[in-house]
């Protein structure tokens, strides 16, 4: 039992929640979302990117508390989620998630090494650089195929959407966009996910629930006024980032006074946009998505100047 609920709070950890129930809220909305879209490979993925992380650590001896809190393998699941949504499910495809699932393991360690004299987290970066190196080496390689990954290519125009009556959604199409918003925190496009997810968050932590709810509101809100493309918006392209910005300042920002802390997390929201924004120009040249890097480049910003207000625990 002490394994199950290890494994469970390994798929919670993505949204800092150590709660085995909230975990298998997560995995039931990844497999709800992934068999309604006809690819069922991103939800084994996740399973088995999420196993191979916890084993990995095992192997390597890290320290038992960061297993049974579900460290170990939160970068794990995003990884096998990415790859089998951006790659071909080939045999050599998932040979690639096993190793790519395992790196993440060691580069956790490595990542938070160098951030704890700073007092900040790695966050999920380390699936986002391990994820990052497979999908660049996949174009090299013409035995993994590639399925979803963008053309490389560099801007050439500008994008001229205007926040405009016609270009409103409704209150329920905002709704579903919010959902969605929560849902692609794991690369799966389904508003019914995103209110799976928003329930497991509220066993765990009601805040975190409300938090996840206003990151990714505020981030297509934030989105749709300076007039980000309404399709992007509304499949929560613009959410997810705000998601985990949104919970990390929200719960964990090492503020004591909550008014202070509400108003920290709601600029980090919108400066999570902008970083969203900026990055998905930044990485067309090289035909990359940017993952939740945007998540954490903004995070590191927001929480480096308050670092020292509190001394990180592995937790955190």
Same mark, same amino acid.
């Given at each position: 039992m002490n394994a199950i609920k290890l494994w469970f709070r390994s798929v919670a950890q993505v949204m800092f929640q150590a709660n085995a129930w909230c975990g298998v809220l997560l995995l039931a909305g990844i497999f709800l979302g992934a068999y309604s879209a006809g690819t069922p490979e991103v939800a084994w993925g996740a399973v088995v990117g999420t196993t191979v992380a916890i084993l990995t650590g095992c192997l390597l001896g890290?320290?038992?508390?960061?297993?049974t809190q579900g460290l170990w393998g939160f970068n794990g699941i995003l990884v096998g989620c990415a790859l089998m949504t951006f790659l071909g499910s080939?045999?050599?495809?998932?040979?690639?998630?096993?190793?790519?699932?395992?790196?993440?393991?060691?580069?956790?360690?490595?990542?938070?090494?160098?951030?704890?004299?700073?007092?900040? *987290? *790695?966050?999920?970066?380390?699936?986002?650089?391990?994820?990052?190196?497979?999908?660049?080496?996949?174009?090299?390689?013409?035995?993994?195929?590639?399925?979803?990954?963008?053309?490389?290519?560099?801007p050439t125009s500008f994008v001229h959407t205007h926040l405009s009556h016609d270009s409103l959604p409704t209150l329920i199409e905002?709704?579903?966009?919010?959902?969605?918003?929560? *849902?692609?925190?794991?690369?799966?496009?389904?508003?019914?996910?995103?209110?799976?997810?928003?329930?497991?968050?509220?066993?765990?932590?009601?805040?975190?629930?409300?938090?996840?709810?206003?990151? *990714?509101? $505020?981030?297509?809100?934030?989105?749709?006024?300076? $007039?980000?493309?309404?399709?992007a918006i509304a499949h929560g392209m613009y959410g997810f980032s705000p998601v985990l910005t949104a919970i990390a300042l929200g719960t964990l920002a090492p503020i004591h006074t909550p008014l202070r802390k509400a108003v920290w997390a709601l600029v980090g929201i919108v400066g999570t946009v902008f970083v969203q924004a900026s990055m998905n120009e930044l990485l067309a040249p090289v035909g990359l998505p940017s993952l939740t890097a945007p998540f954490c480049i903004a995070t590191w910003l927001f929480m480096l100047p308050i670092a020292n207000n509190h001394k990180p625990t592995k937790k955190d």
């Amino acid at each position: 039992m002490n394994a199950i609920k290890l494994w469970f709070r390994s798929v919670a950890q993505v949204m800092f929640q150590a709660n085995a129930w909230c975990g298998v809220l997560l995995l039931a909305g990844i497999f709800l979302g992934a068999y309604s879209a006809g690819t069922p490979e991103v939800a084994w993925g996740a399973v088995v990117g999420t196993t191979v992380a916890i084993l990995t650590g095992c192997l390597l001896g890290y320290p038992r508390d960061e297993a049974t809190q579900g460290l170990w393998g939160f970068n794990g699941i995003l990884v096998g989620c990415a790859l089998m949504t951006f790659l071909g499910s080939t045999p050599l495809g998932w040979a690639a998630l096993v190793v790519c699932a395992a790196m993440t393991t060691w580069v956790r360690v490595g990542l938070n090494r160098l951030g704890e004299p700073l007092g900040v *987290s *790695s966050y999920t970066f380390p699936f986002v650089l391990s994820t990052w190196i497979f999908l660049a080496a996949a174009r090299m390689f013409g035995g993994i195929d590639i399925v979803a990954l963008a053309h490389p290519m560099l801007p050439t125009s500008f994008v001229h959407t205007h926040l405009s009556h016609d270009s409103l959604p409704t209150l329920i199409e905002f709704c579903q966009w919010t959902l969605r918003g929560i *849902s692609q925190v794991f690369l799966i496009d389904s508003w019914l996910t995103g209110a799976l997810f928003v329930v497991g968050l509220a066993i765990a932590r009601p805040a975190a629930a409300l938090w996840a709810v206003v990151g *990714s509101a $505020g981030g297509a809100a934030v989105a749709l006024l300076f $007039g980000a493309p309404t399709e992007a918006i509304a499949h929560g392209m613009y959410g997810f980032s705000p998601v985990l910005t949104a919970i990390a300042l929200g719960t964990l920002a090492p503020i004591h006074t909550p008014l202070r802390k509400a108003v920290w997390a709601l600029v980090g929201i919108v400066g999570t946009v902008f970083v969203q924004a900026s990055m998905n120009e930044l990485l067309a040249p090289v035909g990359l998505p940017s993952l939740t890097a945007p998540f954490c480049i903004a995070t590191w910003l927001f929480m480096l100047p308050i670092a020292n207000n509190h001394k990180p625990t592995k937790k955190d």
